[in-house]
């Protein structure tokens, strides 16, 4: 069975306090996790640890950084490798968000390689992808975001590319409070899901989770997360209260 995930993006938000606060509450929420669905909490960096530490014992539920550089280690002043990441028990890693693309230049390339050094250290990416309001009027979105997937994931190979996790994230949806419909979400979710069949196989493309991000919300998780192809969600604004989120978590299927 394809894993269900829900996963919070805090983005540049929160102080120690409130991260711990808000952690401590999803601890203590009554969420009751299926076998094959996980929780997975992006944190700002000077957090990491700290989370960590706190979900040690709770089942299912996972650490992300919101980044990482190329480079193991060395001389990149202010970066985060995936070494340090490994050493602090962090399990996965939100790469192309398109915040870090739009205000850092994060190109597909530099993704691609990303992607692979997360992978070569046992770090599951979630990889963000998706369109700006201008393509999705012009109705190529499926060109763009095949695009996206095939400069910066189709150099791994099926037994990497298995290990990661795909969120589309529509760019016009994301904290614009305006969602893509459960149709859209599906039919978008369905054309990645075909892409990735395309250069790998059925196989491989029916064990790859693809999240849906974008103002997901408790009012519209079920909607979204009954679609066939939407295997749950990566939130941001909703993923900052704690029974917001929880709603959403207690969404999957
Ligand atoms: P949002 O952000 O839920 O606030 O729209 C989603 C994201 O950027 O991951």
Not at 140 to 149: G, K
Request: hydrophobic share 45%; glycine share 6%.
């Amino acid at each position: 069975m394809r894993k269900q995930i829900a996963a919070a993006n805090w983005k540049m938000n929160l102080t120690l306090t409130q991260a711990e606060a808000l952690t401590q509450n999803l601890i203590e929420a009554p969420i009751q996790l299926q076998p094959h669905q996980e929780v997975v909490l992006a944190v700002p960096a000077p957090y990491l640890h700290r989370v960590v530490q706190l979900l040690q014992n709770k089942q299912g539920f996972h650490v992300a950084a919101q980044n990482c550089y190329t480079k193991v280690s060395g001389a990149y002043t202010g970066e985060i490798s995936v070494e340090m990441l490994n050493s602090i028990g962090v399990s996965h890693v939100v790469l192309g968000h398109s915040e870090r693309r739009e205000y850092f230049n994060e190109s597909n390339e530099m993704l691609a390689q990303k992607v692979s050094i997360a992978l070569e250290h046992q770090l599951t990416p979630i990889f963000c992808c998706g369109e700006p309001l201008s393509v999705r009027e012009a109705n190529t979105q499926n060109e763009w975001v095949a695009l996206q997937l095939k400069e910066s994931l189709y150099h791994l190979s099926p037994e990497q590319i298995t290990q990661l996790v795909i969120a589309y994230e529509p760019i016009w949806a994301i904290g614009t409070g305006k969602t893509a419909s459960s149709l859209q979400a599906q039919e978008i979710h369905a054309f990645i899901r075909s892409q990735i069949a395309a250069q790998y196989g059925d196989q491989v493309a029916q064990v790859i989770p693809v999240l849906y991000g974008g103002s997901v919300k408790a009012a519209n998780a079920v909607e979204l997360f009954q679609q066939s192809d939407v295997d749950g969600g990566l939130v941001g604004g909703a993923s900052l209260q704690a029974a917001e989120f929880t709603a959403i978590i207690q969404a999957l299927q």
